[in-house]
Structures are given as structure tokens and as C-alpha cells.
């Protein structure tokens, strides 16, 4: 993924003549399962690209708005008609009365649906030649909704989605034109669904570190959103404290969005429930924000046991170590 996407002078369809045989599509399934593992996992092919493929969107994303023209490609039309689904079975599955605030039951309704269902809606994304992945694909599709036992959602839940597009990229159904697309249409439609399911089932946050983490559910939009605000004129990221540039600019700026969000739901002082961020408001500009959220984010997430130890790996993502 990061070599096809990366290398500007090769075309799509110079990528496209050897995918059919390249790949022995297989169920994912879980390979870390003890701290010492993880050193497999920083080797691997998975790794590698799954990196690859959110540095290469952060590129893509740099200094440009949500209303910049991009093309739509029938592919992403597919992948919004899908999500507007999950989104339409929140609608047919009310919360139900129980004693317990949290952790609403129906949620397991809700998730049982797309249990049935991920494979058939894979498919209608899939090229018909591709058909035979969409098992493999299927499952972070399911992972990247929470988890049905324990009614949480969070950053490994999320990184399963940004998986399950790289995967998409990999068989190409996706394509490099459809970079800005993919930030700013999937992942942003992809965010409010999220955003719907952890305000009507009351999610818990997965693994969550508090105020001491960045946010309670995300990690890749504030990167994607801190990429889109580097050079701008005006905005500097001690703004975002301010409640009017937010409410002024957040339908053109992921992060602001974010914060927007994080400020309907949350109540009390800013720095307090919301420390880390916070303090990236003292940072001097967007660039350094960016840098600063990719290495946090290598640390924080995808260097953590207890997020990973869930992460699962096909023949797409692969445990393989990369090739010397």
C-alpha cells in the first residue's frame, strides 16, 4: 500500500496486472498474544503499511479543506451507502430501558445485524473480480464498530476501520485518486456514525486513559485534521480553545470538528477534562501538532499491548516481517 500509493510515477495501472495472483485471501486472525509479541508487530508487512497508508493521506490532506473539490468515485459513493446502512440500523434499533447508564444493550442487536451482514456488504463495494476478499475485508469491518461484549468503542476499534480501507486500497477498489476522498468523505461519515452509536448505546471508552488521553474515542482525525490546518493564514492551534473560530470553521476542518464535538459532550473546564489537548494548544504551529500527534500516536496506540493484542492480520495485513 505505502509503495503504491507513495510512488507517484507509477500508475494504477501498472499496480493492477499482478493483484490477482498476489493474494491468498484468508480469514484474519489474532498474532499478538503476549507482550513480547509486539516486537513482531513492529516487523511486520501490517505494520509497515498500515503506517504507510495513514502518512500517506496525512500528505494527501495538508493544508486543504473539507470544501477543496476532490473527485468522488463510484468505489467511495459505495462505501458512504454502506455506512448511511449502519447508520439507518441505529434508527430501526432504540436503546432499551435497563437499570445500568452505561453500556446499552441494544447495541448487541445493532452489532448482530452487521455480524450477518459485513460479508454482503463488502461485496456490493467490491469490483466483482474481488469478490473472494470480501471475507477477509469483512472482519474489520466488524471490528472497527466496538465490542459487542463490553460495549466499548475506541483508538483500536477506529484503526481497524483505517484497516479495513487500506485493505480496500490493496485490492484496488480504492485508488490514489481517491485520497482526500477517503479522509474527508468516508472517514468523516465514518466518525458521525461512531459518534451516533456511543451517544444512543452510551459506549464506554475502550481502555480509556482519562483525561491523560487525547480523546475518549479518536486518534486519526486530529492528525488528518491537524495536517489540513498547516500554513493556514489565521488559525493557529491556540485557537481552538476559543469557542469562535470552532464553531466558525469546523465544517471546514476535521480538528475543529473533533473539538466542536468534544465540547457539546463534555462539561467543566477545558484543561481539565480534555488535558492532553490542551496542552497541544501551547504548540507553536500546525506542522509541529502534526509531528508531534504521529509520534504520540505510534506510542500511545500502536505501541500498546492492550490495543493490539485485538488487531488481526490476513493476507492483506500481513505478520509477515517486511521483506529486507
Given at each position: 500500500m505505502a509503495e503504491t500509493e507513495q510512488s507517484s510515477g507509477s500508475s494504477h495501472e501498472d499496480d493492477k496486472p499482478p493483484s490477482p495472483v498476489s493474494f491468498n485471501f484468508i480469514v484474519p486472525k489474532k498474532e499478538i498474544s503476549m507482550v513480547p509479541d509486539m516486537g513482531k508487530w513492529k516487523r511486520s508487512q501490517?505494520?509497515?503499511?498500515?503506517?504507510?497508508?495513514?502518512?500517506?493521506?496525512?500528505?494527501?490532506?495538508?493544508?486543504?479543506?473539507?470544501?477543496?473539490?476532490?473527485?468522488?468515485?463510484?468505489?467511495?459513493?459505495?462505501?458512504?451507502?454502506?455506512?448511511?446502512?449502519?447508520?439507518?440500523?441505529?434508527?430501526?434499533?432504540?436503546?432499551?430501558?435497563?437499570?445500568?447508564?452505561?453500556?446499552?444493550?441494544?447495541?448487541?442487536?445493532?452489532?448482530?445485524?452487521?455480524?450477518?451482514?459485513?460479508?454482503?456488504?463488502?461485496?456490493?463495494?467490491?469490483?466483482?473480480?474481488?469478490?473472494?476478499?470480501?471475507?477477509?475485508?469483512?472482519?474489520?469491518?466488524?471490528?472497527?464498530?466496538?465490542?459487542?461484549?463490553?460495549?466499548?468503542?475506541?483508538?483500536?476499534?477506529?484503526?481497524?476501520?483505517?484497516?479495513?480501507?487500506?485493505?480496500?486500497?490493496?485490492?484496488?477498489?480504492?485508488?490514489?485518486?481517491?485520497?482526500?476522498?477517503?479522509?474527508?468523505?468516508?472517514?468523516?461519515?465514518?466518525?458521525?456514525?461512531?459518534?451516533?452509536?456511543?451517544?444512543?448505546?452510551?459506549?464506554?471508552?475502550?481502555?480509556s486513559q482519562g483525561v491523560w488521553g487525547l480523546d475518549d474515542f479518536q486518534f486519526l482525525p486530529f492528525i488528518w485534521g491537524s495536517a489540513q490546518l498547516i500554513d493556514h493564514p489565521t488559525l493557529e492551534p491556540r485557537h481552538f480553545l476559543e469557542e469562535k473560530p470552532v464553531n466558525e470553521y469546523h465544517q471546514d476542518y476535521m480538528f475543529l470538528e473533533c473539538i466542536k464535538f468534544i465540547n457539546e459532550m463534555k462539561t467543566g473546564p477545558f484543561a481539565e477534562h480534555s488535558n492532553q489537548l490542551w496542552n497541544i494548544s501551547a504548540v507553536p504551529s500546525w506542522s509541529k501538532v502534526n509531528q508531534g500527534l504521529i509520534r504520540m500516536y505510534k506510542a500511545e496506540c500502536l505501541e500498546k499491548f492492550p490495543v493490539i493484542q485485538h488487531f488481526k492480520f490476513g493476507s492483506l495485513l500481513s505478520i509477515q516481517p517486511v521483506k529486507p
Open positions: 501490517a505494520y509497515a503499511d498500515y503506517m504507510g497508508f495513514i502518512l500517506t493521506l496525512n500528505e494527501a490532506v495538508k493544508g486543504k479543506k473539507f470544501t477543496c473539490e476532490y473527485q468522488v468515485s463510484e468505489t467511495v459513493e459505495k462505501v458512504l451507502a454502506m455506512l448511511g446502512t449502519l447508520d439507518r440500523w441505529i434508527d430501526e434499533t432504540p436503546p432499551v430501558d435497563q437499570p445500568s447508564r452505561f453500556g446499552n444493550k441494544a447495541y448487541r442487536s445493532w452489532y448482530a445485524k452487521l455480524e450477518q451482514d459485513a460479508e454482503t456488504l463488502v461485496m456490493s463495494i467490491l469490483p466483482s473480480d474481488r469478490h473472494d476478499a470480501a471475507p477477509e475485508i469483512a472482519v474489520y469491518l466488524k471490528e472497527s464498530v466496538g465490542n459487542s461484549t463490553r460495549i466499548d468503542y475506541g483508538t483500536g476499534h477506529e484503526a481497524a476501520f483505517a484497516a479495513f480501507l487500506c485493505c480496500l486500497c490493496k485490492v484496488g477498489a480504492l485508488r490514489m485518486e481517491d485520497q482526500l476522498a477517503i479522509v474527508f468523505k468516508v472517514f468523516d461519515k465514518y466518525l458521525l456514525v461512531m459518534r451516533k452509536l456511543q451517544k444512543t448505546y452510551r459506549m464506554e471508552p475502550a481502555g
